[in-house]
């Protein structure tokens, strides 16, 4: 079973919602990346995305990716991932070495309604969205060692699939190689 199972998708899919469920039944730490980015440089993710634009902080978010799972050894985690983790190359690679990978793949529109009114950066128009959305599906799909479709469904049978695919031992045979990497 792999250590580190992390959670994949757009943003909107669930993964910080769904990652604590799935955590809890699995009796494994659970940590969201967003939050820890923002503990970490002590401001909002807005406030970086503003201060220091997209790159600066996929580059601060590549930095806490590395810190978490680097950390204790033998800690088995939950990790719910940013929307955009999973189009920085160096997160990427990170995720590579020994994470089990899950994209929550929900349709765009049903996302688009679950965060047209948070303020999000990246969610300031539907037409802005829904095109971002298309631009990193194929990277969320590359990058995923196993996909759990979403739509229609509720938090908990979401949760239900994934710990189902890790009890399964799924989880356990690919860890440290993504599909990418084993079609090669």
């Known amino acids: 079973m792999a250590q580190v199972v992390a959670l994949s998708g757009f943003m909107g899919s669930g993964k910080s919602s769904i990652g604590r469920i799935v955590a809890c039944r699995l009796g494994r730490r659970f940590i969201d990346l967003d939050e820890y980015v923002q503990q970490r440089e002590g401001a909002s993710i807005q406030e970086l995305f503003m201060e220091r634009g997209e790159a600066g902080f996929r580059t601060a978010e590549e930095e806490a990716l590395a810190d978490v799972l680097g950390g204790e050894s033998g800690e088995r985690v ?46 300031q128009s539907k037409e802005g969205f829904l095109a971002l959305a298309r631009t990193r ?25 994934i710990v189902d695919l890790i009890c399964s031992g799924e989880a356990g045979g690919s860890v440290g190689s993504h599909p990418s990497e084993r079609s090669a």
Do not use: H, M
């Open 78 to 123: 939950v990790l719910a991932l940013g929307g955009g983790t999973v189009t920085w190359p160096d997160s990427v690679r990170l995720l590579a070495a020994g994470t089990f990978v899950v994209l929550i793949s929900v349709p765009a529109g049903d996302l688009w309604q679950r965060v047209r009114d948070t303020g999000r950066p990246l969610a």
């Open 137 to 161: 599906e194929a990277a969320y799909r590359t990058t995923a060692d196993s996909v759990v479709e979403a739509a229609g469904l509720s938090r908990k049978a979401v949760a239900d699939k």
